[in-house]
Structure formats: C-alpha cells, structure tokens
C-alpha cells in the first residue's frame, strides 16, 4: 500500500510570504493529523480532521495558519504570513480511525524562512 | 496538562550492550504509552504501544504507573537500532475524537560496532 505523500520536500521563503503543504494519505484512511516539529523537538499536533471535518484544531495558530480537508481526502496546511519561527519540518499522518489507531507518517516537509 | 520527559538527547552504546532509553509521563489518569521510531533517512514510525504488550525487534517497554515511566529497553543492541526514539503518550478516550499524542523530544541511540 501506498504512504503517506507530501509536497513539496523542501520549502525556503523570506518571512511574511505565504507557504502552502499539501498532504495525500494512505486510501482509505478518515482521520489526517498535521504535526509541527521544530529542531531538537517532538512532533506537536496543529491540527487534526475526521474525513473533512476538524476534530482538534486547539494548537494551531489561527491568526496565520489555516488548513482545509476538501472531499475529505487531501489536505493543505497554509502558513500566511510566515516568521522565523515556522522554520520546522511539517508532517502528515494518518489513521484509519480517530482514537488510538496507529498513526503513518509522511516523509515531512522542511520549511525555512530567512 | 500531559506531559512526556525524554530526560537523555543522546545515548551512545556498543553493539552487543544492553540498552534503557528512559520516558517519564505526567498526567493524572490512565494514558496509553507508544514509542515511535525514525530510523536516518526514513519515516517516523509506531515501534510499539504498551496496550500491546509485545516485544518489536527485540525492544520492550513496560509501563509502570508508579513511576509513571515507560522506559524502552532491550538486552543487546545492534547497529541497525541506532535511530531516533520518541516516547509518546495519548488521552482521552480510545475510539474518541479527541484522542491525540503528545511526543517527547527524542532521544537520539547510537550503537557503536
């Protein structure tokens, strides 16, 4: 079975530009988690959906990051307008469930922004 | 709120040797524990999960309330298990909505041939 996709790999913009993620999970799979996981630390849950509706979106920074789940399949992690501290590597993940399933993760995407 | 301590960034042993990565917890109720795994160049994923019970490539981890630790041990490393280990805890309820993880920082195992 196919993985989990992410584009791009690797992203590097000037701060207060606009980035998007795009995330495809495995077929079949309801439930997609976008985690944040700055240098020297863990993955952190920005948001997670249940097919196209968001169950968790408590950690992520509503003023500047926005995510959608359109058709409840792929998905796109938007940062507008980014700082410095967005530099980390953006995961996806996900499960075939919500509540305890385990979780596939994508190969990330590297952000930087000078 | 949960909280999950990787107390050692780097822990270098020989092949051969026995190997603890520790994980200390906080929270008040009943958490499920996993240990997730990147290996260099590769995906980060599930080792094993305490609910489990079992052991995966020769590692285990049990989970001791008490303490509230859920150290990953394994009695004699080999160079394909150096890799980045993260322990990881989840609340809430299984099968709910708001069942999430929260990692730990990582600690990196290097085992030396």
């Known amino acids: 079975e196919a993985g989990v996709a992410q584009s791009p790999r690797y992203k590097i913009i000037e701060k207060r530009q606009s980035v998007a993620f795009w995330c495809n999970p495995i077929?079949?799979?309801?439930?997609l988690y976008w985690y944040q996981q700055i240098l020297g630390q863990g993955p952190k849950l920005l948001i997670q959906f249940q097919n196209n509706g968001v169950v968790d979106d408590s950690q992520l920074p509503k003023d500047r990051f926005s995510a959608e789940r359109l058709k409840g399949v792929d998905s796109t992690l938007k940062i507008q307008p980014a700082k410095l501290e967005d530099s980390a590597v953006y995961l996806c993940a996900s499960s075939h469930r919500t509540g305890g399933y385990e979780q596939y993760f994508g190969p990330g995407t590297r952000l930087t922004v000078t | 709120a949960q909280r999950v301590t990787q107390p050692e960034k780097l822990l270098s042993v020989f092949k051969g040797a026995p190997v603890e990565l520790k994980c200390n917890y906080s929270y008040s109720g009943s958490p499920e524990l996993f240990w997730y795994v990147q290996y260099s160049r590769q995906r980060l994923q599930l080792l094993l999960r305490h609910i489990s019970r079992e052991s995966i490539k020769g590692f285990t981890a049990d989970l001791n309330k008490g303490e509230t630790s859920f150290h990953l041990k394994k009695p004699f490393a080999q160079e394909e298990d150096s890799a980045m280990y993260y322990c990881?805890?989840?609340?809430?309820?299984?099968?709910?909505?708001?069942?999430?993880?929260?990692f730990g920082k990582g600690t990196l195992l290097t085992v030396n041939p």
């Open positions: 077929s079949g799979h309801a439930t």
């Open positions: 990881a805890l989840s609340v809430g309820k299984r099968g709910g909505s708001n069942y999430k993880l929260t």
